[in-house]
């Protein structure tokens, strides 16, 4: 079993690696189920269930069986948090990016124009590339992260590995949160145009937001937006 479908490779051989920066790649990971009913959401957060992928299926490493249905929370790459000390990974969205996705992802679902049909879905947080392309860099150096970023997705192998997680998990809907979003080169950009690649439509089987650092700045939810 293993995190992803990337076979030896050594993430500390790209040229923009910085060194000391963790160099596993951080699973995916259950974060709990949102409830729809009568087209409102309520998100429960539980328990984090780590996956791991085989080349034809996947399973929860606690062997929890959970709901039927899916939905997807995509990000770009795993920062200094989701690392500790020792550089091994400890889970998604950690610091300032889950406070806020715990806190209003509901809050940015409800003033979506998507819309899911009733029922309970298991919430499965994913990064598009799953190694630490920021090189646990503080603060962050944006232009470093996107050059590892871009160059995993492009050329290792990151954009297939990708399809075949997505493919695993087959979600009901996806949301694509990575960061970029102002920019038509970003990284949202990046991750829209392979999910339309693989076949899926946009407003109908994927939907893009805002990252969730910027949903509450200083009080203001106003970019907590999934649209």
Sequence with gaps: MAANFMADFDFSKLDNYTEGGAVKPSPDQYIGELLVASGKYTFNFYERDTIDYSESDYRFLTGNIYHEKNVLVVLES??????????????????????NLFE????????????????????IL???????????LNPIDRKLRDS????????????????KRIFMIKPRVTFNLCTGGRSLTGLRTKVSNSLIKFGLKKNRHFAEG????????HG???????F
Excluded at 78 to 88: A, G, L
Excluded at 104 to 123: E, H, I, K, Q, W
Excluded at 148 to 163: H, S, T
Aim: proline share 4%; hydrophobic share 30%; glycine share 8%.
């Design 220 to 226: 203001d939810t106003s970019n907590a937006i999934i």
């Design 78 to 99: 795993p920062h200094r948090f989701e690392y500790d000390e020792k550089n091994n990974p400890v889970g998604l969205a950690m610091g300032k990016t889950g406070d």
């Design 126 to 136: 994913t990064n598009a590339i799953q190694y630490q392309t920021s090189c646990g």
């Design 148 to 163: 590892n970023w871009v160059d995993i997705y492009d050329n290792y192998g990151g954009e297939e590995d990708f399809r």
């Design 104 to 123: 209003l992802f509901t809050f940015a679902l409800n003033r979506s124009c998507l819309r899911l049909n009733d029922g309970s879905y298991n919430v």
């Design 210 to 217: 805002n990252h969730p650092v910027s949903w509450n700045f």
